[in-house]
């Protein structure tokens, strides 16, 4: 059995899964703000439902690949360079939970040898939409495949996050301020529509021209990285290097708007 057939087979059980705890998550979320003055005490909150949930989540996994192992920190940013392990993320887009919004997703990615080989982002809140991908395999948008439409760039609109832990990189904020000053006057409008996954994701259907960040997030980019890659979308590092689980930088666009937003942000120090 070759490895494309191999992870379609194995694609409906992690979309059950995914959909099965975002079903859980969204009847349980607020309707506005959850109570919380500080981080500490927002985010003990949402540890409560999160909590559960992710141990759910990843006990789904283990059932249908029961010899790969399991991240349990998909913050943690540093992801195995061999063997086969499940990241998972019940809440993607844990701000926009915690404010009562719609704007989070369920991720789930199968990674081996430290390189995505299949993954589901799924939004319970926002039509229930439900993007997936194997590698060699395409991807597709509720089960019909996506590519980005040619756009010139002045035309596209750019999608930009920051990892979580991108205050205690000084660099990483640094550029990211001169990236945005930069790309604004290049692209028709510039958003944070919500987790990063689904907005890597978004490219590969088109719904963003692109997206970019600066520091490492390998747990939030792996799931959206190999779908927009499969749906033809270039993925690579800020500098325009094949981008990796250990890369400080990354950048996903529609092929016609990857050059144009390189030369853009090669203006970044």
């Not at 990285?225 to 690579?236: M, S």
């Amino acid at each position: 059995m070759d490895e494309v057939r191999e992870l379609r087979e194995l694609l409906p059980g992690v979309e059950a899964a995914v959909r099965e705890v975002g079903a859980r998550l969204a009847a349980v979320r607020p309707a506005g703000p959850t109570p919380g003055r500080t981080v500490a005490e927002a985010m003990a909150h949402f540890a409560e439902v999160d909590g559960p949930a992710a141990t759910h989540l990843r006990a789904r996994l283990g059932e249908l690949r029961p010899r790969a192992g399991r991240l349990t920190d998909e913050l943690a940013g540093e992801v195995p360079a061999e063997g086969e392990w499940w990241l998972c993320d019940a809440v993607d887009g844990a701000v926009q939970y915690l404010l009562g919004q719609q704007q989070w997703a369920v991720t789930a990615t199968l990674v081996r040898d430290g390189v995505a080989a299949l993954a589901v982002v799924h939004t319970p809140e926002l039509g229930g939409r439900t993007f997936r991908a194997v590698r060699g395999g395409g991807a597709e948008l509720d089960g019909r495949p996506v590519a980005p439409p040619e756009r010139e760039l002045s035309a596209a609109v750019a999608g930009t996050g920051q990892p979580p832990l991108v205050a205690a990189d000084p660099v990483a904020l640094r550029r990211a301020g001169e990236s945005l000053t930069a790309v604004l006057g290049s692209v028709l409008a510039v958003r944070s529509l919500g987790p990063t996954s689904l907005q890597v994701a978004q490219v590969g259907s088109g719904q963003l021209g692109l997206f970019w960040e600066y520091g490492a997030d390998a747990g939030n980019l792996l799931p959206g990285a190999l779908i927009a890659a499969e749906a033809g979308a270039t993925v690579t590092d800020a500098a325009g290097a094949a981008w990796t689980a250990g890369s400080d930088s990354f950048l996903a666009a529609a092929p016609g708007l990857h050059a144009d937003l390189l030369e853009v942000l090669r203006t970044v120090r």
